[in-house]
């Protein structure tokens, strides 16, 4: 094996590096949240103005809050009165800032008793489960049947003026529902393969809930706990306003309103000010708090891949030429098709320049790692693409007609006629609310237009057609009362109802148990022989490859590395990543043996170098592979590979 | 331990659940024998619902046992309280297949690791450091890593990571779930040489549950094939793989495709008369008393719907579980 000296590759087959990954914003803190949502921003913003000029009210108010100017009573908004005055002359915006002292005290006690409750009750009866759950239930329940205004009444007239009982009260029977939210949240998280680990380790119940659950629930409950202040503060100036918590005249938000009220024919103004910055904070905590709910979800749903703002731009790569839309003998043909996600400032290629040709009655399939592109090639051919991926070049040519052009009614009409789809997941592919023949029969109704007669026995035909025994009793079955092996066999059923020419099956069987996929693997190649349709199918497993496949298309970081005869390729692969998969497999090693690996890992998806994507990962990378862009070379028999060392790689007996 | 002492041992384990019905019950587990010497890997294969998981969870404390016993380096273990677990934990640990769900999204790469050392009272920053950095080393990860949330990372770095967390304390034997099926292939094969790497490095022993026999094949000593909740078979994981003495063994190993396409294709044309492709029956119930494979056997003759089949000693030293060993070899000639 020659040694090329000035190789400027990553040798160290174990080491992992991550530098250049950015997964966006995993940790989620309150400053990250309020950056990313401006709103959230001017709502914080506006909530700690305001709890601020509460607190620092003897030195911010510009008078005391009772302090009388008869003559400029009732004024309305002056130089001297900023947000007018009232009756009897006392500063609006003083009595404001007064009057948050009494407020904010009164909601954070009620937001604190429910949190208080809520919290360790809601994580311990999701926990533990049983006897206890249930008694939380129960209480819960019960609780949640009293009418909080009414009770809260109550209370304050057992302890006249008192808010702290009144709020306490408020913060007690707004606690059951938390609890409720706080337990839902607790099931999924106690089961959780991070709390078994911690469990096996030796972890105890309290730390497991404090170390584990607390950090899973604490969004949730800072985002009702931001809807329960809204609603604390609503009571508050309810009670204000009934003069309950407050004497008539006091600087108190309810009694503001109050009087504002009665003056309204006088001064109109005054209800302004009071009325509008309790209707303001309401608004803000509740937008608050969906800003948080919004961003701790994206949080969870933000994984690397697609998402993640990678370092090179969008750019094309030279292209060899000999890939022209030819005379057409060929049923599906992809013509430097690529495929883009848009991000907030560019678009990042998931699929490359790729031109592949499914000829009649041929199984091609597409093989590659995750984030090589293989799905989102055969989703752009259905255009299922999701909402943030186009095609942003390249053509698409379905029995000689440019499909990529087609308006999505024309596209429609050939979709259900040409193509049919087998999804990875069988379950996903089957509503549960529908039975299996209803699903079907509309299917059918839809590509012949039978009637229901028609439509059944074109539905029995389709299900002996995937060799189903008993096709009478499953037509009146749901999905979830049959096993993942028959519900992959009834997708294939509904792919076929209206008798395409290409079945598109992405990932048809990795779901499935080995003695199922063996049996899904041969239904499809007997179907494949009795309605001579083409087969493309996206796959990671060689096995299935090898079992399949007429021809087969190697993916790595979007662009085609390999394409060969299936039996030509496992034979004797050009391309050094499709040998080093096909060496790493480990049905092909010796026990005792390591395995010989590729080291490191396919470059994701917006961090793709311009020179050859797999020379970091490649043991024969020289100088000419980092030079720049490696073109798709075209070889003997029909095989394609992108290495540009392929000749002198055959020549030293590695290829 | 010296090499070739029993570590792990399981004796007649049976873990039922409640049925969906009231009253009945699901024999998740039925009588399940096993052992593992130390510095030795044991295969456990079989097909979703086989009860190869519930084996690990039974071991780690996590199932409901309804009989049997199981002992770890020569104490019963069958049912410890939480606390006992925790001395436990020095000798046993675990590795999940999801790697995104065996980490806790919203703690650091290092909290996670440092657990089972905080556990066990070492709460000096200073050594918590440094063996994280060796055991990040380990698995090959660079130690600026500690500070990181497991979102940032791959499939296969998470995958590290768990691993880490499981070597940090210097177990002895490792159960190993299904942990290399969520990877690509040649992550999948940085992580098997990791783990084999490991095991000849610290004398590590691995209950190590696939459904990809070739996995098995690969990395285990011993194999035990699970269907239903029972043995198939045991033995040497190499024999067994080249000469199965159960059908369901031979079944298994016959539908995992061989990568190559000669191969393959000339493996299933010798195969297409055996049994019409299209038997996927609605349910797979069988006789409680009798052999839970006989409905989908070929070979199932009368005996096997009605009589439970006892575990036979096999020609190359392993157990079969089959009325009809050894002469099902022969028919399938």
Redesign the interface.
């Known amino acids: 094996m020659n040694k090329h000296s000035p190789t400027p590759v990553n040798p160290n ?6 530098g250049t ?3 966006g914003m ?3 803190s309150l400053g990250r949240v309020l950056l990313h949502k401006p709103l959230a921003l001017i709502c914080g913003g506006f909530l700690l103005l305001v709890i601020l000029g509460a607190i620092f009210a003897p030195l911010v108010a510009p008078y005391p809050p009772n302090a009388l100017d008869l003559q400029n009573a009732l004024s309305g908004p002056t130089a001297h009165h900023l947000l007018g005055s009232d009756e009897l002359g006392r500063d609006v915006l003083s009595r404001l800032l007064y009057g948050g002292r009494r407020v904010f005290p009164g909601v954070l006690e009620g937001v604190l008793t429910a949190l208080i409750l809520a919290v360790p009750i809601g994580i311990l009866a999701g926990y533990f489960g049983g006897i206890l759950d249930r008694l939380v239930g129960a209480i819960t329940d019960a609780l949640l049947s009293i009418p909080t205004i009414i009770l809260v009444l109550v209370v304050i007239a057992i302890f006249p003026k008192n808010s702290h009982a009144a709020m306490i009260t408020f913060g007690t029977l707004v606690s059951p529902g938390l609890i409720r939210i706080i337990r839902g949240e607790t099931l999924p998280l106690k089961d ?3 709390v ?10 309290l ?1 497991i809930m404090i ?2 659950i607390l ?2 629930v604490i969004r949730i409950v800072i985002v009702q706990g931001s809807f329960i202040a809204a609603s604390a503060l609503g009571y508050m100036v309810a009670l204000g306003y009934l003069g309950l918590i407050a004497s008539s005249g006091e600087a108190e938000w309810g009694q503001m309103v109050a009087s504002a009220g009665a003056l309204l024919n006088r001064q109109p103004w005054l209800l302004v000010p009071s009325g509008g910055l309790i209707g303001l904070i309401v608004l803000a905590f509740t937008l608050f708090g969906n800003a948080l709910r919004d961003a701790s979800a994206e949080t ?1 749903a ?3 891949g697609p998402v993640s703002r990678g370092s090179s731009p969008l750019e094309r790569t030279a292209q060899p030429q000999g890939f022209s839309p030819g005379p057409s003998n060929k049923l599906l043909s992809l013509i430097n098709l690529s495929v883009a996600f848009s991000s907030r400032s560019r678009d990042i290629l998931a699929v490359d320049n790729i031109s592949f040709d499914v000829n009649p009655s041929e199984i091609v399939g597409l093989v590659g ?2 984030g090589a592109g293989k799905s989102i090639t055969s989703l752009a051919i259905l255009r299922l693409l999701p909402n943030a991926a186009r095609i942003v070049n390249g053509q698409i040519m379905f029995d000689g007609r440019n499909i990529t052009g087609m308006n999505d009614s024309e596209f429609d009409r050939l979709r259900g006629s040409s193509f049919g789809l087998v999804s990875q997941e069988p379950g996903t592919s089957l509503d549960p609310a529908f039975t299996v023949g209803s699903q079907l029969g509309e299917l059918v109704h839809l590509h012949d237009g039978v009637n229901r007669k028609g439509s059944r026995s074109r539905c029995l035909d389709l299900l002996n057609q ?5 096709p009478e ?1 499953l037509l009146t079955m749901y999905p979830h009362e ?5 519900a992959q ?1 009834v997708a294939i059923a509904m792919a076929l109802a209206g008798r395409p020419k290409l079945l598109i099956a992405d990932e048809p069987t990795s779901a499935l ?7 899904i ?3 499809l190649r ?1 179907l494949q022989l009795e309605t001579k349709m083409s087969v493309l199918i996206v796959t ?8 399949l ?1 007429d021809r087969v298309i190697v993916l790595y970081a979007g662009q085609i590395f390999e394409e060969a005869n ?2 030509e390729l ?1 034979d004797r692969p050009l391309n050094p990543y499709t040998k ?3 060496l ?6 010796q ?1 005792g043996q ?6 490191g ?2 470059p ?1 998806i917006g961090s793709w170098p311009t020179n050859c994507r797999f020379a970091e990962r490649c043991p024969y990378a020289a100088d000419e592979c980092l030079a720049g862009p490696i073109p798709l070379l075209a070889l003997e028999s029909e095989r394609k590979s992108r290495c540009i060392r392929v000749d002198d790689l055959r020549k030293e007996g590695i290829l | 331990m010296s090499e070739g002492e029993r570590l792990l041992e399981v004796r007649g384990l049976a873990v039922y659940y409640h049925g969906r019905r009231r009253g009945s019950v699901i024999k998740a587990l039925d009588c399940i024998d096993l052992s593992l010497e130390s510095g030795t890997a044991i295969g456990v294969v079989g097909e979703s619902g086989s009860g190869k998981s519930t084996l690990a969870k039974a071991i780690l404390g996590l199932a409901p046992i309804h009989s049997g016993s199981i002992k770890l380096a020569g104490k019963d273990i069958t049912s410890l309280k939480q606390r006992s677990r925790r001395e436990l934990s020095r000798i046993l640990q675990v590795v999940f297949q999801d790697p995104s769900s065996s980490l806790n999204p919203y703690i650091t790469v290092g909290t996670t690791i440092e657990e089972p050392l905080r556990v066990h009272g070492i709460n000096n920053r200073e050594e918590l450091n440094q063996r994280i950095a060796k055991a990040l080393d380990q698995v090959g990860l660079s130690p600026d890593v500690v500070n990181r949330y497991p979102g940032q990372f791959s499939g296969g770095q998470k995958q590290r990571i768990a691993i880490a967390r499981a070597l940090i304390i210097n177990p002895q034997l490792i159960i190993c779930d299904e942990v290399v099926s969520a990877l690509d292939l040649s992550i999948q094969a940085q992580i098997l040489n990791l783990l084999a790497d490991l095991q000849k490095s610290f004398q590590l022993s691995y209950l190590f549950i696939s459904h990809d026999i070739a996995v098995v094949r690969y990395i285990s000593n011993q194999i035990l094939v699970l269907y239903q909740g029972r043995v198939m078979e045991s033995g040497t994981a190499a024999v067994v793989i080249k000469n199965p003495c159960h059908p369901y063994t031979r079944e298994l190993i016959a539908s995992s495709p061989i990568t190559n396409p000669r191969a393959q294709r000339k493996q299933r044309d010798e195969r297409q008369w055996e049994r019409p492709s299209g038997g996927t029956s609605f349910t797979e119930e069988f006789n409680e008393n009798g052999c839970p494979f006989a409905p989908r056997c070929q070979f199932a003759i009368d005996i096997c719907t009605i009589e439970r089949p006892p575990l036979k000693f096999t020609d190359d030293g392993g157990f079969t579980a089959c009325h009809r060993y050894p002469e099902w070899q022969a028919l399938q000639k």
Do not use: Y
């Open positions: 087959a174990n080491k992992v590096t991550t990954e950015n997964a995993q940790n989620w959780a393969d991070f078994s680990a911690a469990r096996v380790t030796g972890v105890s119940d730390q170390r584990h950090p899973g969870i933000a994984t690397p790692e995750s995937v060799r189903i025994r008993k009793q049959i096993s993942g092996g028959m066999r148990d080995v003695t199922v996929q063996k049996e693997l041969a239904l007997q990671h497993n060689f096995g299935a490859v090898a079992d496949c299936v039996f496992f080093g998969l096909l790493a497999n480990p049905s092909n090693a026990p390591p395995l010989p690996i590729i080291p890992r396919i994701s």
